[in-house]
């Protein structure tokens, strides 16, 4: 057979054997080399199991440790607020220890204390190998003992009981109490002699208590409105006297008024001061006897002679013996409530964290705000509109260092620039009349949130270069030939496209930013801040007041409180706190974005 | 033209070098005598003249001039990598945004020119529309698929959009698939439904040439079909240039054929006469499968 090689051009023609034009597969050669070496398996690499054994153990090891910490974090703060029973210890010498049992360890008793046991345990001990078991107890009683924990050894333990008549109290002050209620009592007479009708009888004593607490709390805030107004008067007549001179007329005036508001306003807090006074004396007829394990009364405060505690001082208090389960189950969601929705009490160990859970989620969703356009801005022009060469390299690579920066080191920078660069100019226009006590010049939500920001950005403009990247040229191809300008391409096409894997970045940024600490201790972030960024008054947000954060209470409670081992559940439910919020924070951004790619989705192809 | 060119250089295009058996023959035809007078009887829409262009220095398009004739459909078959698509590209300078490509001569859209620095892209490709290999469309609802055009234009008046929707899904053959659910997205329709919609898109805003890349090389036969029927009825009424790779759809669809290959139109003329009596050996062999 012969073909025409030369059919493409109408040059001379050669004459080719078929071979060279249609290289053919030669499937015999093939079929005779497998023949050759007869039945065999797959070797082992080849198949590639022993990789896939490590990628899995991998991932099974990076499973665990997350596992085992999001454990750790859910037990130890789900457990925390569950009444636990109260154990009254009788030790050797005599001595009683009423308390909860926090938690027990083995440990190595030292020669001296081994010397001063009794025979039999010592034989016991060294028996063991010197090693002995030996409680954390809760006793509670600061005031009294100085001391919130004890430890007791288990060779000192003469016996051990669950008395019924102990009470755990909560006090507003001075943690919790632990002791026996012998009785409840109204201008010094006794309301209940039978210890059975305790729980019903301080039940009503103590819910009067709690509404003339409310009471209070109303007529306290109505306080701080008076001293909110009486400080934009004394402001009013400071700005007068910046603008018009200390002389004027104008001036004169404005401190006319203000004199007539403020001697108003006295008249207001003097009446409302002695509406509280009035609350509190009714409140102070209410008592209650409580006894320790050694029968000391525990008083109202260390430093007063001798009297028991006020009932409108404690915030809670149950039999922790005679609980039934259900009541059990009520005083620790109530306990959970309290957590939830008031401020912290007694630096911090105690009360709730409202003021921290709304100064994270605050602080989040306004650096959300800042760092969302800024990043997709910037990584538009990086993607779209620069020429690709050295200097988008180079700022490229500028902003993926970035993200390797110490965080300390940008709120360094957010303190220096935000803080004292702008917030200082910002006060010398807007705010001159407070100077010198800062506005904006100083730590404030809205400095920490464009710290944070600026932390993060890096993470937005890499997912969102990224995301440009994905969009197929095909669309872009498609719009142009309908005529549309670049702009209009980015905007009504690229951009809707790649807003999923936008909203990634962006919630890799909040998880991110939620969990910062180090940044916001300079930029803002306080241990107690007396006022929510967020109130009542014009202008409603206050972005320059300082704020709580979870992450920083953390920090504080566990590591710079007075009683760190008191505060140590309240760390563990906080941390669960904080996982649960930035959680759910990406569950919101998460399902925002399934929404969108399911808008996306190509359904063939 | 500068035949020796070609014998330096290997025949590189966008997809890479392709084999060709045997020696490389310089190709002796110019462009005025491989178009067939019939095609130069016609009124021309769009004319191609002495167009070059380049791929950084590999160049793709070896003086292309080829006028398109008003209200037919015209296709352009050859080989993988023949330019056929660079050309096509070309013409609403879709080409501008690949980096290092760079043309001599000049196309011309009735009568304007397209090729110069002060001609507004963007008002130019308003006048044409372009249906894609791969169909494309927005991740947007059917009917703001179909008015994008319009659009970004700026159009919102609602029975300017209604009245457009209507006629073009209608001259697209997908008006009666469609007309139910037009504020679904548009990814969700078929693959024929998406091509189909591509092409109503494409007319939507009214263009003097309508511009197919290969339009049903991603479609099954059925879809494909479809397509080509309404391809045929959209002959009078709008131009149509058509590069394809299916010999067979080139016949069924066009009223003229233009042959290209390594950059070269070899031969254009009417599909018939091209089909029947190919005036040239290569196009005659392209044509019958031995190569190509």
Same mark, same amino acid.
Request: net charge positive; aromatic share 10%; glycine share 8%.
């Given at each position: 057979?012969?073909?025409?090689?030369?059919?493409?051009?109408?040059?001379?023609?050669?004459?080719?054997?078929?071979?060279?034009?249609?290289?053919?597969?030669?499937?015999?050669?093939?079929?005779?080399?497998?023949?050759?070496?007869?039945?065999?398996?797959?070797?082992?690499?080849?198949?590639?199991?022993?990789?896939?054994?490590?990628?899995?153990?991998?991932?099974?090891?990076?499973?665990?440790?997350?596992?085992?910490?999001?454990?750790?974090?859910?037990?130890?703060?789900?457990?925390?607020?569950?009444?636990?029973?109260?154990?009254?210890?009788?030790?050797?010498?005599?001595?009683?220890?009423?308390?909860?049992?926090?938690?027990?360890?083995?440990?190595?008793?030292?020669?001296?204390?081994?010397?001063?046991?009794?025979?039999?345990?010592?034989?016991?001990?060294?028996?063991?190998?010197?090693?002995?078991?030996?409680?954390?107890?809760?006793?509670?009683?600061?005031?009294?003992?100085?001391?919130?924990?004890?430890?007791?050894?288990?060779?000192?333990?003469?016996?051990?009981?669950?008395?019924?008549?102990?009470?755990?109290?909560?006090?507003?002050?001075?943690?919790?109490?632990?002791?026996?209620?012998?009785?409840?009592?109204?201008?010094?007479?006794?309301?209940?002699?039978?210890?059975?009708?305790?729980?019903?009888?301080?039940?009503?004593?103590?819910?009067?208590?709690?509404?003339?607490?409310?009471?209070?709390?109303?007529?306290?805030?109505?306080?701080?409105?008076?001293?909110?107004?009486?400080?934009?008067?004394?402001?009013?007549?400071?700005?007068?006297?910046?603008?018009?001179?200390?002389?004027?007329?104008?001036?004169?005036?404005?401190?006319?008024?203000?004199?007539?508001?403020?001697?108003?306003?006295?008249?207001?807090?003097?009446?409302?001061?002695?509406?509280?006074?009035?609350?509190?004396?009714?409140?102070?007829?209410?008592?209650?006897?409580?006894?320790?394990?050694?029968?000391?009364?525990?008083?109202?405060?260390?430093?007063?002679?001798?009297?028991?505690?006020?009932?409108?001082?404690?915030?809670?208090?149950?039999?922790?013996?005679?609980?039934?389960?259900?009541?059990?189950?009520?005083?620790?969601?109530?306990?959970?409530?309290?957590?939830?929705?008031?401020?912290?009490?007694?630096?911090?160990?105690?009360?709730?964290?409202?003021?921290?859970?709304?100064?994270?989620?605050?602080?989040?969703?306004?650096?959300?705000?800042?760092?969302?356009?800024?990043?997709?801005?910037?990584?538009?022009?990086?993607?779209?509109?620069?020429?690709?060469?050295?200097?988008?390299?180079?700022?490229?690579?500028?902003?993926?260092?970035?993200?390797?920066?110490?965080?300390?080191?940008?709120?360094?920078?957010?303190?220096?620039?935000?803080?004292?660069?702008?917030?200082?100019?910002?006060?010398?226009?807007?705010?001159?009349?407070?100077?010198?006590?800062?506005?904006?010049?100083?730590?404030?939500?809205?400095?920490?949130?464009?710290?944070?920001?600026?932390?993060?950005?890096?993470?937005?403009?890499?997912?969102?270069?990224?995301?440009?990247?994905?969009?197929?040229?095909?669309?872009?191809?498609?719009?142009?030939?309908?005529?549309?300008?670049?702009?209009?391409?980015?905007?009504?096409?690229?951009?809707?496209?790649?807003?999923?894997?936008?909203?990634?970045?962006?919630?890799?940024?909040?998880?991110?930013?939620?969990?910062?600490?180090?940044?916001?201790?300079?930029?803002?972030?306080?241990?107690?801040?007396?006022?929510?960024?967020?109130?009542?008054?014009?202008?409603?947000?206050?972005?320059?007041?300082?704020?709580?954060?979870?992450?920083?209470?953390?920090?504080?409670?566990?590591?710079?409180?007075?009683?760190?081992?008191?505060?140590?559940?309240?760390?563990?439910?906080?941390?669960?706190?904080?996982?649960?919020?930035?959680?759910?924070?990406?569950?919101?951004?998460?399902?925002?974005?399934?929404?969108?790619?399911?808008?996306?989705?190509?359904?063939?192809? | 033209?500068?035949?020796?060119?070609?014998?330096?250089?290997?025949?590189?295009?966008?997809?890479?070098?392709?084999?060709?058996?045997?020696?490389?023959?310089?190709?002796?035809?110019?462009?005025?005598?491989?178009?067939?007078?019939?095609?130069?009887?016609?009124?021309?829409?769009?004319?191609?003249?002495?167009?070059?262009?380049?791929?950084?220095?590999?160049?793709?398009?070896?003086?292309?001039?080829?006028?398109?004739?008003?209200?037919?459909?015209?296709?352009?078959?050859?080989?993988?990598?023949?330019?056929? #698509?660079? +050309?096509?590209? &070309?013409?609403?300078?879709?080409?501008? /945004?690949?980096?290092?490509?760079?043309? *001599?001569? =000049?196309?011309?859209?009735?009568?304007?020119?397209?090729?110069?620095?002060?001609?507004?892209?963007?008002?130019?490709?308003?006048?044409?529309?372009?249906?894609?290999?791969?169909?494309?469309?927005?991740?947007?609802?059917?009917?703001?698929?179909?008015?994008?055009?319009?659009?970004?234009?700026?159009?919102?008046?609602?029975?300017?959009?209604?009245?457009?929707?209507?006629?073009?899904?209608?001259?697209?053959?997908?008006?009666?698939?469609?007309?139910?659910?037009?504020?679904? #997205?548009? +990814?969700?329709? &078929?693959?024929?439904?998406?091509?189909? /919609?591509?092409?109503?898109?494409?007319? *939507?805003? =009214?263009?003097?040439?309508?511009?197919?890349?290969?339009?049903?090389?991603?479609?099954?036969?059925?879809?494909?079909?479809?397509?080509?029927?309404?391809?045929?009825?959209?002959?009078?009424?709008?131009?149509?240039?058509?590069?394809?790779?299916?010999?067979?759809?080139?016949?069924?669809?066009?009223?003229?054929?233009?042959?290209?290959?390594?950059?070269?139109?070899?031969?254009?003329?009417?599909?018939?006469?091209?089909?029947?009596?190919?005036?040239?050996?290569?196009?005659?062999?392209?044509?019958?499968?031995?190569?190509?």
């Amino acid at each position: 057979m012969s073909v025409e090689t030369g059919f493409l051009f109408s040059g001379p023609r050669v004459e080719m054997p078929p071979s060279e034009i249609l290289p053919v597969a030669d499937a015999s050669a093939v079929r005779n080399s497998r023949k050759r070496k007869g039945p065999r398996s797959t070797q082992l690499a080849a198949r590639g199991e022993p990789y896939v054994w490590l990628m899995g153990s991998g991932l099974a090891i990076a499973t665990l440790m997350i596992l085992g910490l999001l454990f750790l974090v859910f037990y130890n703060g789900i457990s925390t607020f569950w009444p636990k029973r109260i154990v009254e210890f009788t030790l050797i010498d005599g001595a009683k220890i009423l308390g909860e049992v926090i938690r027990s360890e083995r440990y190595q008793v030292s020669p001296s204390e081994l010397a001063g046991m009794s025979a039999e345990s010592r034989i016991r001990i060294t028996a063991s190998g010197g090693w002995s078991r030996r409680y954390l107890v809760r006793t509670g009683n600061y005031d009294l003992y100085g001391d919130d924990f004890k430890w007791v050894v288990e060779s000192q333990i003469a016996g051990r009981a669950l008395p019924l008549n102990v009470w755990l109290i909560e006090r507003m002050e001075w943690g919790r109490a632990v002791g026996r209620l012998q009785k409840l009592t109204r201008d010094n007479i006794p309301l209940t002699r039978n210890s059975d009708e305790f729980y019903r009888i301080f039940s009503e004593v103590h819910g009067v208590a709690i509404d003339s607490k409310k009471k209070i709390a109303r007529l306290q805030d109505k306080i701080g409105a008076l001293n909110y107004a009486l400080e934009n008067s004394r402001l009013a007549v400071r700005k007068a006297s910046l603008k018009y001179g200390d002389e004027s007329t104008q001036h004169k005036a404005v401190a006319e008024a203000a004199a007539r508001e403020e001697s108003r306003l006295t008249k207001d807090f003097e009446r409302l001061q002695a509406e509280i006074a009035s609350i509190r004396s009714e409140d102070g007829r209410f008592r209650a006897y409580v006894f320790d394990a050694a029968g000391t009364l525990i008083p109202e405060r260390p430093s007063s002679p001798v009297t028991p505690m006020l009932v409108s001082q404690i915030v809670r208090a149950y039999p922790a013996n005679t609980l039934t389960l259900l009541k059990r189950i009520q005083v620790y969601l109530s306990r959970w409530v309290e957590f939830l929705t008031t401020e912290p009490r007694e630096a911090n160990t105690e009360g709730g964290v409202l003021p921290a859970i709304f100064g994270t989620f605050m602080m989040t969703l306004i650096m959300s705000l800042v760092v969302a356009p800024f990043g997709i801005i910037a990584a538009l022009y990086l993607r779209e509109y620069a020429r690709q060469g050295t200097l988008v390299s180079a700022v490229r690579i500028a902003v993926n260092n970035l993200a390797g920066v110490p965080s300390i080191v940008f709120g360094v920078f957010g303190l220096g620039f935000f803080c004292y660069v702008i917030g200082g100019r910002l006060d010398m226009l807007f705010f001159p009349e407070k100077l010198p006590a800062p506005t904006f010049g100083t730590g404030g939500i809205l400095w920490a949130s464009l710290t944070l920001a600026l932390l993060t950005v890096p993470v937005v403009i890499v997912a969102t270069e990224e995301a440009l990247a994905a969009v197929p040229r095909s669309m872009r191809e498609g719009s142009y030939a309908c005529g549309a300008s670049k702009w209009q391409t980015i905007w009504r096409i690229v951009l809707p496209r790649a807003t999923p894997g936008i909203m990634t970045g962006i919630i890799l940024a909040m998880a991110r930013g939620a969990g910062e600490v180090a940044p916001l201790m300079l930029t803002g972030v306080v241990k107690l801040a007396p006022e929510l960024p967020f109130d009542s008054h014009f202008p409603f947000f206050h972005l320059n007041r300082s704020f709580m954060h979870l992450g920083f209470h953390i920090f504080d409670v566990g590591f710079q409180s007075r009683n760190s081992e008191a505060g140590k559940p309240m760390v563990f439910t906080t941390t669960l706190l904080l996982i649960a919020l930035v959680a759910l924070l990406n569950i919101v951004a998460i399902r925002l974005r399934s929404r969108l790619i399911k808008r996306f989705k190509v359904a063939h192809f | 033209m500068n035949n020796t060119q070609i014998v330096d250089e290997s025949p590189v295009t966008l997809f890479g070098p392709i084999a060709i058996p045997g020696k490389q023959e310089p190709v002796s035809k110019t462009a005025q005598t491989c178009t067939d007078p019939e095609v130069l009887r016609e009124k021309p829409v769009l004319e191609i003249e002495h167009f070059d262009l380049w791929y950084g220095t590999t160049q793709a398009l070896f003086d292309v001039t080829m006028p398109i004739p008003s209200g037919k459909v015209t296709a352009l078959i050859g080989p993988s990598g023949c330019g056929k #698509s660079t +050309l096509i590209r &070309s013409v609403n300078r879709l080409n501008d /945004l690949i980096d290092g490509v760079r043309y *001599a001569g =000049d196309m011309r859209l009735n009568g304007d020119t397209i090729y110069s620095p002060r001609v507004d892209v963007i008002e130019l490709r308003k006048r044409m529309g372009m249906v894609f290999q791969k169909s494309n469309p927005f991740p947007m609802s059917i009917y703001e698929n179909v008015i994008y055009s319009l659009r970004i234009d700026g159009e919102n008046r609602k029975n300017v959009l209604d009245e457009t929707v209507e006629r073009c899904l209608k001259s697209a053959a997908l008006w009666d698939e469609a007309k139910d659910r037009l504020d679904e #997205s548009a +990814l969700e329709l &078929s693959g024929g439904q998406q091509q189909r /919609l591509c092409i109503a898109r494409a007319i *939507a805003a =009214d263009p003097e040439v309508l511009l197919m890349d290969e339009p049903c090389s991603a479609l099954d036969p059925i879809a494909t079909a479809k397509v080509e029927e309404l391809i045929f009825s959209l002959r009078g009424e709008y131009t149509v240039l058509i590069v394809t790779h299916n010999m067979q759809q080139a016949a069924r669809v066009s009223d003229f054929t233009a042959f290209m290959y390594l950059g070269r139109l070899l031969e254009y003329g009417p599909t018939k006469t091209l089909f029947v009596n190919p005036s040239l050996k290569q196009t005659e062999d392209y044509m019958t499968g031995r190569f190509g």
